[in-house]
C-alpha cells in the first residue's frame, strides 16, 4: 500500500507577475487547511469553497484569526489540477512580505513547505506531465542543487554561519551524550544518564536557537532570495528585457507548458542563489490616483530591493523621468542597463556623470537578444557580489531555513520536555534525532557515524 | 569423484552455523565445512553473548528462526540486563556463556539437523564456472560441488598473529589460517582488505585474588533471549572488576619499543569501539586507570578472560602488566593477548541479499565482510544461508527493511556505506530504534520465519498464542473503566500520583509515568494476568510510549515509497539525464536495490534519486 502524501505549500509566483502573487497547496489536507485560513469579506469563516470556482475573500493567521489580505481562492479537486492532487491557489496582492505571511499561515496550518521542484514531480508521478518535461525540471534541480548548498553556507557567511555551525555541534555533542549513556553503560569514563543535567545545557542551545529566529525575523520576515528590482519609465522595454532574462536563464523549462508556476521556475537561480524578479511594469498604467500609489509602490520596492535594475532607452535622449529615477538610486545595489542598442545611441553614458562611472553595467537590445549573455554575467557578478559582503542575517536567512530553525527548536524543546519530565534516554535522544535532521535542512544530514566519531572520541570505551 | 550438495557452507563460527541451519531446515542438503571439528562455534574473543544492539540482533536471529539465542540461553553461567532503567528500546541481555559447553550445544544441534552434513577440511578455493559459483575445493584436492556456496571464513582468511615482535600465520591462536581463498575470490575479481582484531590473556583463577575485587553478580529476575528456551533459573557465577593503574600504564610505555601496533608490523584497522590497552593508555593519557572485567570462562574450567586490557606487547610486557593489577599480583597467564589480522571482502559488493554481485550464488557473511561480533556474524550467516535456500528453491529473495529489523540496518549499512573499522552494532545506528525492541522481535520478524520455513507450523501457533494474548490484554486494559471514587483517589494519593479528574480507562491510566500495569488492574479492581517479563514490557512499553511510536512508524511510512521502488539489476545510470559523474560513478559502484538505499549513498544527492525515478518511470513506460 502507498501511503497517502503529506501536503505542501510554496509561493507560486511567475516572475514579473507584478501586483498578484499565488500561494499553491497540494496534496490531501490542502482544502481543509484552506477553510482554516479562509474568510469571507466581512469576516465570517468560509465553510466551504466550491471546486473550480473564483471565490473572493480574506486569508487570516492560523492562530489569531486577524485578516492577512484580501484574496481570491480557487479549489482545484484531484486529478484535474497542475499536481493531480487536491490544490488551493491563494491569489493574492502579491508583494512578498504579505505573500510569505500567507504561506507562513499555510504552513502552520499543517502543510510543509515544498521542495524546490517538488510540485513538478508530484505532477509527473500523478501523470500529469510528460516525460521530457520532467526529466527538465529535474535537470535543473540537480544542477542547482549543489550550488545551492555551496551558497546556503556562503549565505549565511559571517556570525550567522558561525552560530549554525555552534548549534550543529552543540546538538550533536547532546546527542552523543544521550547516546553514549545508552549504548555504553558499563564504560567508567561514560557518566551515568543525567536528564536534569542534560536539559541545563540543552536549555542554552533552545536559547541560542530562539535568539537566531528572533533575529532573522526581525531583520527581513519571510523574504526570500534576492529582491531584485526591475526600474525605469514606460516604453524603455522592461517587458522584453525580463522575458529574455528569464529566458536566457530557464530555456529549458520556460517552453513547457505548466511548468512556469513551479517554485523553482518562478525565479531565477543564478550560481544557485534564488533572484526574485519583481518587475514594477505595469503599476503606472493608470492614470490619477493609480499612478500616484503605483510610483509610491515603486519607490517602496526599490528601497528595499538587493539589487535594482535600471533600464534606460539609448536610443531617446535621456528625460526628466529617467534623471528622478536615477537620482533615488543607490548607486551600489543598481545595475544599468542600456537598452535597444539595435537603434543609434543618441547618448553616451558619460553625460549620467562621473559618479555613474563605476557602476556595473550592460549594452543590449532585448528585441534582438544582443548583449543578454553580458547582461546575465553582470547580474550574476554583482549577486554574488553582494551574497559575499550581505551582513549577517540581512540578506538571507530564506524562509527554509527560517522554518527549519522552528521545527529544531520545537523538537529541542520537546527533548528538554522529555529528560525534565524523567522519560528515558532513548525518548530524549528520538527528539534529538528530530532536531537533528531539522536543521539538517541548513547544514546536511548528520550521519550517526557522526554522533559515533564524537563518542569515541570524547569517551574512552573499550569493554 | 566429487561429492555434490545442494549448499556449501566454509566455516563453522558464528556464521557459518546459522547459514548451514537455515539451509538444511529450509530443505538444502547442505554441506559445513570446518577446519577444526572440535572448536565449532568458538567464542575467540570474551566469553559472552548480547549486550546494547548486540541482544537485539540475537533476538531478530531467533524470531527468524535462527539457532544462536537458544543455546545461548542454555549454557549461560550469568544472566545480566543492560540499562534496565532506561526504556524496553534499549535493555539488553547479556549472558556469559560456559565456551566449552556452548561448543558442545551447537555441534549437538548441527549433528541431530536432517540434511546437514559436517566435515572437517579447508576449503583452498572457491570454484566458479564463468560468473556462477560452482563449489569449493578442499585442502586435499576433494572437490565440493553445489550451485550455492556461503563463505564464512571469519579471521581465518591469511590470518597472521602479532605477539609483540614475533608473528605467525594462524586464523586463532591455536588453530590454522585459511590460505588459498583469498588469492581464489581476488582472481574472481573481489576487492579485499585488511583488518585487525585484537583479544585480551586469558588467567588461571586459582591465581587470582577475588577477595579484594568488586563482584558482580548476574541479575535473578531476567528475560531469555529466546521465545522457547525453558524458563529454568540457574545458579549464576559472579565475574569481578578491578582497574590497571600508574604502574601498569608505565609498564605499558616502557613496552611500546616492541609492540607491532605502534612499530608498523600491525596494517590492519582495528575497531576503535574495542581498542587495546596500549592504545587506551596513549590516547586517553588523562586516565589514571582503566576498567578490567574477570570474566569466567565455564563452570568447569579456572580460566578467566581478562576483559579491557586486549594487546599485542610481548608476553614479558603481558606478564608485569598483569602483575600490576590489584587482585592480580600473582596471576598466571594460561593464554596470552595477540592481535590478529586477516583478509576481509569489501562488503560494498554484496548485494542485500549477501549474494556478490559479480558471482551468482556465492553469499559471504560474518566477520570477513568487516564486522566484529559474535551476534553480527551470526545475524550474517543467517541471511546469508536464507538466500541461498530461497534462491535454490527459485523463490524471492528476503531483504530486511531498516525499519524492521537491527539486521536490515546492519546489512544496509553494509553494502550501501561499507567498512573502514570492524563494523559493530550500536542502537544509535538504528533510525526506527523505538521501533526495533527485543520485546517486539516476534511481531516484527516471525512472519517472515514462518513463510520461509524456519519456524515450523506448531512454532507458528505458539507464537501466535503468545502475541495475541499480549493483544488480548491492550483490548482489556482499553476497555476497563476505572472512576474516580474516594478509594481509588486515596490508593493514587499513596503511590505520589495526581488524582482523577474523572473516570478513564485503566490503558489511559498506564500512560503516566511511574504506574505499572499491576497498580493499573488494582485501581480497575480487577486481576492482572501472568505474563512472561517481555510480554509485560511490551504492554507498557506499547501504551506509554505510544506517541513516540507512532511519529516513527508515520516516519517509516513516508519512506516506503522510495524504499519499495526496485532499481532492476540491469539499470543503465549512464541514460539518467542530468547525473554528475561523481553520482554515477558511485551508483554504479553500489548498484543500489531501491530508491531509498540509493539516497543513502554518501554523496548522493536528492535530487539525484529524483532523477532515477523518472528515470525509471520512462523505462516502466516504454517497457
Request: aromatic content about 4%; hydrophobic content about 45%; glycine content about 8%.
Amino acid at each position: 500500500m502507498i501511503p497517502p502524501e503529506d501536503t505542501i505549500a510554496a509561493i507560486a509566483t511567475p516572475p514579473g507577475a507584478g501586483g498578484i502573487g499565488i500561494v499553491r497547496i497540494s496534496g490531501p489536507s490542502a482544502l481543509s487547511i484552506a477553510l482554516r485560513l479562509a474568510q469571507t469579506q466581512d469576516g465570517h469563516p468560509l465553510r466551504e469553497l466550491p471546486p473550480r470556482r473564483v471565490r473572493r475573500g480574506l486569508v487570516c493567521g492560523s492562530e489569531d484569526g486577524q485578516p492577512i489580505d484580501q484574496v481570491l481562492w480557487l479549489y482545484l479537486p484531484l486529478p484535474g489540477s497542475y499536481t493531480g492532487e487536491d490544490t488551493v491557489e491563494i491569489q493574492a496582492h502579491g508583494g512578498p512580505v504579505s505573500l510569505g505571511e500567507i504561506l507562513a499561515a499555510v504552513l502552520a496550518a499543517g502543510a510543509r513547505l515544498a521542495e524546490p521542484g517538488e510540485f513538478t514531480k508530484r505532477a509527473f508521478l500523478n501523470g500529469r506531465m510528460d516525460l521530457t518535461a520532467a526529466e527538465a525540471v529535474a535537470g535543473l534541480i540537480n544542477a542547482t542543487s549543489q550550488a545551492a548548498r555551496r551558497i546556503a553556507l556562503h549565505q549565511l557567511r559571517g556570525g550567522l554561519a558561525d552560530r549554525i555551525a555552534n548549534l550543529r555541534a552543540a546538538l550533536i555533542h547532546a546527542k552523543a551524550e544521550l547516546e553514549a549513556a545508552i549504548d555504553f553503560p558499563e564504560e567508567e569514563d561514560v557518566a551515568p544518564f543525567d536528564g536534569a543535567g542534560l536539559a541545563l545545557s540543552i536549555q542554552e542551545i533552545s536559547t541560542d536557537i530562539s535568539a537566531l529566529i528572533a533575529g532573522a525575523a526581525s531583520r527581513r520576515p519571510l523574504v526570500e532570495g534576492v529582491r531584485c528590482v526591475i526600474a525605469g519609465r514606460s516604453n524603455v522595454g522592461k517587458s522584453s528585457l525580463l522575458n529574455r532574462l528569464l529566458g536566457l536563464e530557464r530555456a529549458i523549462v520556460h517552453h513547457l507548458p505548466g511548468t512556469t508556476r513551479d517554485t523553482i521556475e518562478d525565479s531565477l537561480q543564478l550560481e544557485g542563489i534564488l533572484v526574485r524578479i519583481i518587475d514594477t511594469a505595469g503599476l503606472r498604467s493608470e492614470a490619477g490616483e493609480v499612478e500616484l500609489a503605483g510610483i509610491e509602490r515603486t519607490r517602496a520596492e526599490v528601497a528595499a530591493a538587493d539589487l535594482v535594475l535600471l533600464i534606460l532607452d539609448q536610443s531617446q535622449p535621456l528625460t526628466v523621468e529617467d534623471r528622478t529615477i536615477l537620482a533615488g538610486l543607490d548607486r551600489q545595489r543598481t545595475i544599468l542597463v542600456l537598452n535597444k542598442s539595435d537603434l543609434a545611441a543618441s547618448w553616451n553614458p558619460a553625460v549620467l556623470g562621473l559618479e555613474w562611472a563605476a557602476v556595473p553595467a550592460a549594452v543590449v537590445s532585448a528585441k534582438y537578444n544582443i548583449g543578454m549573455d553580458g547582461l546575465s554575467a553582470v547580474i550574476r557578478n554583482a549577486v554574488v557580489a553582494r551574497a559575499e559582503t550581505a551582513e549577517p542575517a540581512a540578506l538571507m536567512i530564506n524562509m527554509r531555513h527560517l522554518i527549519a530553525l522552528q521545527r529544531t527548536l520545537e523538537a529541542v524543546n520537546r527533548c528538554r520536555g522529555a529528560l525534565l519530565n524523567a522519560l528515558p534516554p532513548e525518548i530524549a535522544a528520538s527528539d534529538m534525532q528530530v532536531a537533528l535532521s531539522s536543521l539538517g535542512e541548513i547544514t546536511g544530514e548528520t550521519t550517526p557515524d557522526e554522533v559515533l566519531d564524537v563518542i569515541f572520541s570524547s569517551f574512552c570505551i573499550g569493554k | 569423484m566429487a561429492q555434490r550438495y545442494d549448499l556449501i557452507v566454509v566455516g563453522a563460527g558464528h556464521a557459518g552455523c546459522e547459514a548451514a541451519f537455515a539451509g538444511a531446515r529450509m530443505g538444502l542438503r547442505t554441506l559445513l565445512l570446518t577446519l577444526h571439528l572440535d572448536h565449532i562455534a568458538q567464542m575467540s574473543c570474551n566469553p559472552a553473548i548480547g549486550g546494547l544492539g548486540k541482544s537485539h540482533l540475537v533476538a531478530d536471529v531467533d524470531a527468524l528462526g535462527g539457532q544462536m539465542g537458544t543455546v545461548a540461553d542454555a549454557t549461560a553461567i550469568q544472566f545480566r540486563v543492560l540499562n534496565r532503567k532506561k526504556g524496553a528500546a534499549v535493555q539488553a541481555l547479556r549472558v556469559q556463556s560456559d565456551r566449552a559447553e556452548y561448543i558442545l550445544a551447537m555441534r549437538r544441534a548441527l549433528e541431530q539437523q536432517d540434511r546437514l552434513f559436517i566435515c572437517q577440511d579447508m576449503a583452498r578455493e572457491v570454484l566458479a564456472d564463468g560468473r556462477t559459483v560452482a563449489g569449493v575445493r578442499g585442502q586435499w584436492g576433494d572437490e565440493y560441488l553445489a550451485p550455492a556456496v556461503v563463505l564464512a571464513s571469519g579471521t581465518f582468511m591469511n590470518g597472521l598473529i602479532h605477539v609483540g615482535l614475533l608473528s605467525f600465520p594462524a586464523g586463532r591462536a591455536g588453530d590454522f589460517p585459511a590460505t588459498g581463498i583469498s588469492e581464489s575470490l581476488a582472481a574472481l575479481g573481489l576487492r579485499l582488505g585488511r583488518l585487525k582484531t585484537g583479544t585480551p590473556p586469558r588467567l588461571d583463577g586459582r591465581t587470582i585474588d577475588f577477595s579484594r575485587l568488586e563482584r558482580q553478580d548476574g541479575d535473578e529476575d531476567h528475560p531469555y533471549f529466546s521465545w522457547r528456551s525453558p524458563r529454568l533459573r540457574i545458579e549464576q557465577v559472579p565475574c569481578h572488576v578491578t582497574y590497571t593503574n600508574a604502574q601498569t600504564h608505565a609498564v605499558i610505555r616502557a613496552g611500546l619499543d616492541r609492540s607491532p601496533l605502534y612499530g608498523g608490523q600491525i596494517k590492519g584497522v582495528g575497531p576503535r569501539y574495542c581498542p587495546s590497552i596500549e592504545t587506551k593508555v596513549l590516547r586517553f593519557s588523562d586516565r589514571d586507570r582503566h576498567q578490567v572485567f574477570l570474566e569466567p570462562e565455564g563452570r568447569r574450567t579456572v580460566e578467566y578472560y581478562a576483559n579491557g586490557i586486549s594487546t599485542s606487547l610481548p608476553a614479558d610486557v603481558q606478564q608485569a602488566m598483569v602483575h600490576s593489577i590489584e587482585g592480580l599480583e600473582e596471576a598466571q597467564i594460561i593464554r596470552p593477548a595477540y592481535a590478529v589480522e586477516y583478509d576481509f571482502i569489501f562488503p560494498d559488493q554484496l548485494r542485500p541479499t549477501l549474494e556478490c554481485k559479480e558471482i551468482n550464488g556465492l553469499f559471504l557473511s560474518g566477520q570477513i565482510i568487516g564486522t566484529s561480533g559474535y551476534e553480527e556474524a551470526a545475524a550474517l550467516g543467517l541471511v546469508a544461508g536464507i538466500n541461498a535456500a530461497l534462491q535454490i528453491r527459485g523463490e524471492p529473495p528476503l531483504v530486511l527493511p531498516r525499519s524492521e529489523s537491527y539486521i536490515g540496518v546492519m546489512i544496509d549499512d553494509l553494502v550501501t556505506k561499507g567498512v573502514d573499522e570492524p563494523y559493530r552494532m550500536f542502537t544509535s545506528r538504528a533510525e526506527y530504534r523505538l521501533l526495533l525492541r527485543c520485546d517486539n522481535a516476534l511481531r516484527r520478524l516471525s512472519g517472515y520465519g514462518k513463510r520461509i520455513g524456519l519456524l515450523s507450523a506448531q512454532d507458528a501457533e505458539q507464537i501466535d498464542a503468545k502475541l495475541g494474548r499480549v493483544d488480548d490484554e491492550l483490548a482489556r486494559l482499553s476497555r476497563l473503566r476505572i472512576s474516580p471514587s474516594p478509594a481509588a483517589q486515596a490508593q493514587l494519593a499513596a503511590m505520589g500520583q495526581a488524582p482523577l479528574t474523572g473516570a478513564i480507562s485503566a490503558l489511559e491510566l498506564l500512560r503516566r509515568p511511574g504506574i505499572a500495569y499491576c497498580q493499573a488492574l488494582a485501581l480497575a479492581q480487577e486481576a492482572p494476568r501472568e505474563f512472561l517479563p517481555e510480554d509485560l514490557l511490551q504492554i507498557e512499553t506499547e501504551i506509554r510510549y505510544e506517541g513516540y511510536l507512532k511519529r516513527e512508524a508515520e516516519m517509516v511510512a513516508r519512506t516506503q515509497k522510495l524504499e519499495q521502488a526496485l532499481i532492476p539489476d540491469n539499470f543503465d545510470y549512464a541514460l539518467v539525464a542530468g547525473l554528475s559523474t561523481e553520482s554515477r560513478q558511485r551508483l554504479e559502484q553500489v548498484r543500489p536495490r531501491t530508491l531509498g538505499q540509493a539516497g543513502r549513498i554518501p554523496g548522493i544527492p536528492s535530487a539525484a534519486v529524483t532523477l532515477i525515478m523518472i528515470a525509471l518511470k520512462r523505462r516502466a513506460n516504454h517497457g
